[in-house]
């Protein structure tokens, strides 16, 4: 049997363009947080809607499958590569199955480049997305930064497929402390003082930590976190 994960959100045109992200620092990624709906879940195939518009205009993009390991350490399940044939606004189906995904614990299908904006495609970003879907979306560069944290909090356009057992049980989808960071399931509370912050502006100017998901925090110090450096995580990439 299979089942597809969907977790909430409508592909449309903004004035005559679908939508995507970019950042003025150079290029990012993009990562989204499933986990199989049935224990032994096989992860089958993963669809994104890649897009072009005035940022992003050409061919590139490389897709891969990433996941902790029981010591916290971030893996490969299925390498980052280059698909050929991508549909351009379109939706394009991934098939992961020679990987034989067996896996219980959440992964993520994530993207990267290896060029510039121009000779990229992009991947549709919904602002308009379901919470739930924008809970699971990251901005991704080797580490994971929730889309929450961006001016305009939205979700990456990635559904997955799983086949399963027809008597399998449900697999209970592990919890997230929205005030967190999270390696590897381990959740421990955020520390205010990993961040340098302006207080004046509510602006996050530096992340001193060494987290590969950093959760934003609300406040930090009673004050509002408004903006994020745009050179606040160089050292994590």
């Known amino acids: 049997m299979e089942k597809e994960i969907d977790y909430g959100f409508n592909v449309e045109k903004t004035d005559d363009k679908y939508q995507t992200v970019h950042f003025r620092t150079g290029m990012k990624g993009a990562a989204v947080r499933f986990q199989s709906p049935f224990e032994g879940g096989i992860l089958k195939s993963a669809k994104l809607f890649l897009a072009s518009n005035e940022y992003y205009s050409g061919k590139h993009i490389q897709i891969g499958v990433i996941a902790y390991d029981k010591e916290g350490r971030l893996r490969e399940l299925a390498p980052f590569k280059e698909y050929p044939n991508l549909k351009v606004n379109d939706w394009n189906e991934i098939d992961f199955g020679e990987y034989y995904i067996r896996r219980d614990e959440p992964i993520y299908i994530a993207t990267r480049y290896d060029t510039e904006l121009y000779d990229s495609l992009g991947l549709y970003y919904d602002v308009k997305a379901e919470a739930k879907a924008k809970a699971r979306s990251f901005v991704y560069d080797g580490s994971f930064i929730s889309t929450n944290v961006l001016a305009g909090a939205g979700a990456f356009a990635i559904k997955t497929t799983w086949l399963y057992e027809e008597n399998a049980?449900?697999?209970?989808?592990?919890?997230?402390?929205?005030?967190?960071?999270?390696?590897?399931?381990?959740?421990?509370?955020?520390?205010?003082?990993?961040?340098?912050?302006?207080?004046?502006?509510?602006?996050?100017?530096?992340?001193?930590?060494?987290?590969?998901?950093v959760s934003i925090p609300r406040k930090i110090k009673g004050v509002d976190v408004k903006h994020i450096g745009d050179y606040a995580f160089n050292k994590n990439k």
């Open 169 to 213: 049980r449900e697999n209970k989808e592990t919890e997230y402390d929205e005030t967190s960071s999270n390696i590897g399931g381990e959740i421990r509370p955020v520390n205010e003082l990993e961040f340098e912050f302006d207080e004046s502006t509510g602006t996050i100017t530096k992340y001193k930590g060494n987290n590969p998901i």
